[in-house]
């Protein structure tokens, strides 16, 4: 029988998770949209929305997501009001309501299977695992010097070369934290170098793992490129070309000499980790060493605040988190199998 747990695409960003999730979307049975900006934000203020069991409650978060301005509803092409009814009639949890937004991208396609990409994800991977318990997740690495000389060149990115490597250093470190706590079924790690090296041979493997067949498709994500990627995210013009390997390594030239010796200081461990060979660059200079120290602990100061936040909502929470909408989730509530929505009862 055919898997529909969901799917998600994580990594550091300017990874080739958008390549990878356009690969994805390539699947007959698979639909992963492009980045939305409402699932983050609507689960720390969940509160707010009360408890999902009532339908207008439903209605009130499903409004916000299709109306917010900053939710990027409009970049998939639904109906609003067609998908706020469905997150009325769909079951009362949370999880559901978010994930409803998916499936009704999923069924815009005709496919029976859904996903998400955003690159920040892989902090909140125990969030996800809380709104949908039987999901997937695939963690694409990038050699750490590639991904702080793209994110550089970003017009989105507002920070330094240094805030890039502790960003690249985090993403590292749950992506290992993850692959040692979740069942090997859970949660998968792919290089982007061995993925563009050999699209074919790794894409059946991540199909293994998704328990799908591969689709020669796959390998041409280019052909699903105008549908998938909004027109005005230019820095992503590579993927409506062929895959390559021509971006890989591109850090020894976009890099200042004293970015290339801190990367290499500060990441070497785990740079040769995932078998990235070091240049042997010169030794960094304490000042830079101090300065990707602070930014690091920056980023874990304010995670922690964000996390016991959250641990007092979870003391108090509105209503059921867990989705309802696959056969898996169902299951794991003690649900009997169903072939359409059953409004919950209220």
């Not at 009532?54 to 499903?62: E, G, H, K, V």
């Not at 009325?88 to 949370?94: K, R």
């Amino acid at each position: 029988m055919h898997s529909d747990r969901p799917v998600f695409v994580v990594g550091c960003p300017r990874s080739g998770t958008t390549m990878l999730q356009l690969m994805l979307h390539s699947h007959p049975r698979i639909a992963v949209p492009p980045e939305t900006r409402f699932l983050v934000p609507a689960y720390f203020s969940r509160r707010a929305y009360g408890d999902m069991r009532l339908a207008d409650n439903r209605r009130r978060l499903a409004t916000w997501i299709a109306e917010g301005r900053t939710t990027k509803f409009h970049e998939l092409g639904l109906s609003r009001p067609e998908f706020v009814q469905a997150a009325m009639l769909g079951p009362g949890s949370f999880g559901s309501v978010i994930g409803m937004v998916f499936k009704c991208y999923a069924e815009r396609f005709g496919k029976p299977r859904w996903g998400d990409k955003r690159p920040s994800y892989y902090r909140h991977v125990e969030m996800l695992m809380r709104m949908f318990p039987d999901a997937q997740f695939v963690h694409l690495v990038r050699d750490g010097r590639d991904c702080v000389a793209s994110l550089k060149q970003m017009p989105w990115y507002k920070a330094d070369a240094v805030h890039a490597m502790a960003n690249w250093a985090e993403a590292i470190d749950f992506g290992r934290r993850h692959a040692r706590k979740l069942p090997a079924d859970s949660f998968y790690e792919l290089r982007y170098e061995d993925l563009t090296a050999d699209p074919e041979t790794e894409l059946k493997k991540l199909c293994v793992f998704l328990g799908e067949d591969y689709d020669p498709a796959m390998c041409e994500p280019r052909h699903v490129a105008e549908l998938a990627v909004p027109k005005h995210k230019v820095w992503h013009s590579n993927t409506h070309e062929e895959v390559t390997t021509a971006h890989s390594g591109k850090w020894a030239s976009r890099l200042e000499p004293w970015e290339i010796s801190l990367c290499e200081e500060v990441l070497a461990d785990r740079l040769t980790a995932y078998g990235y060979e070091l240049s042997g660059a010169r030794k960094a200079d304490r000042e830079h060493v101090a300065a990707f120290k602070a930014a690091a602990a920056k980023r874990r100061a304010a995670r922690l605040r964000k996390y016991n936040r959250d641990r007092l909502t979870r003391l108090r929470e509105p209503g059921p988190i867990a989705a309802l909408l696959t056969e898996g989730q169902r299951q794991l509530a003690g649900l009997p199998q169903q072939r359409s929505y059953e409004l919950l009862p209220r």
